[in-house]
């Protein structure tokens, strides 16, 4: 994920053109049967912990003739992309407002690391989705999850950690590194889980455990980011 945000932070922040010719409508929820096929598709993904799901599998779940995912979404992969950006978009439209709030950078710091591991709690299966959409699907895929996911997500933490060392409150951090941690530590709570089940015996993500990794990754990350006065008084 690294070498990713990198490449789309400098993208970004050169204001480089993304391709989007990618074969598919987008079509989130305005049509019912094509929502049909990506509520199937997202409780597939989260009861098998996995996003290798067939489209016969999606389309009986769903109810839905398969051919229609070709309609919908042009393939498979059309399917998965328009996922996840039904996914993000709710995400992604608290981060404006949440910039512009009149409370401190910490304050922000902190809300918006509860709101990406609850994202991850509600769909566990999203960074393995970004992974396959940049890495494993067409080179059009790819650029339509940086236009409209990473280089948001990375421009906004850009923002707010500029903010915070400009206030004073946060120490030097590189925008691509806090990236790959936080987001790194939320998709491992979820998919890291299975090995420690077997491991430690551990139960799977519960509200309560939510709630508990956000105050850890609170403490953990405000702990190695603040300034003196502010960590004393985060802790």
Do not use: W
């Not at 993904?45 to 070709?70: C, F, H, P, Y």
């Not at 790819?142 to 948001?152: H, M, R, T, Y």
């Amino acid at each position: 994920m690294r070498l990713c945000a990198d490449r789309i932070f400098r993208q970004s922040a050169l204001g480089s053109q993304l391709n989007t010719s990618v074969p598919t409508r987008l079509p989130g929820g305005k049509n019912s049967t094509a929502e049909k096929l990506l509520v199937a598709a997202s409780e597939l993904m989260i009861e098998r912990a996995s996003i290798e799901v067939s489209l016969s599998d999606i389309a009986q779940k769903s109810g839905v003739n398969a051919a229609l995912v070709k309609y919908h979404f042009g393939n498979k992969d059309g399917l998965l992309l328009a996922l996840l950006a039904r996914d993000a978009a709710t995400e992604l439209s608290q981060l404006e407002y949440l910039i512009s709030q009149p409370i401190s950078p910490t304050a922000k710091l902190k809300l918006h690391i509860g709101g990406i591991i609850r994202a991850y709690y509600q769909f566990p299966y999203m960074n393995r989705l970004i992974h396959y959409l940049l890495h494993e699907s067409s080179t059009e895929a790819a650029d339509e999850v940086s236009k409209f996911f990473v280089a948001p997500l990375l421009e906004f933490q850009r923002r707010l950690l500029a903010e915070g060392i400009k206030a004073g409150e946060f120490r030097n951090i590189d925008p691509v590194m806090f990236h790959t941690s936080l987001v790194g530590a939320c998709d491992h709570l979820f998919f890291g889980r299975h090995a420690m089940s077997r491991a430690t015996g551990v139960g799977p993500v519960t509200d309560e455990v939510c709630r508990e990794y956000i105050k850890h990754m609170e403490a953990l990350i405000c702990g190695g980011m603040l300034n003196g006065k502010e960590a004393g008084a985060a802790g």
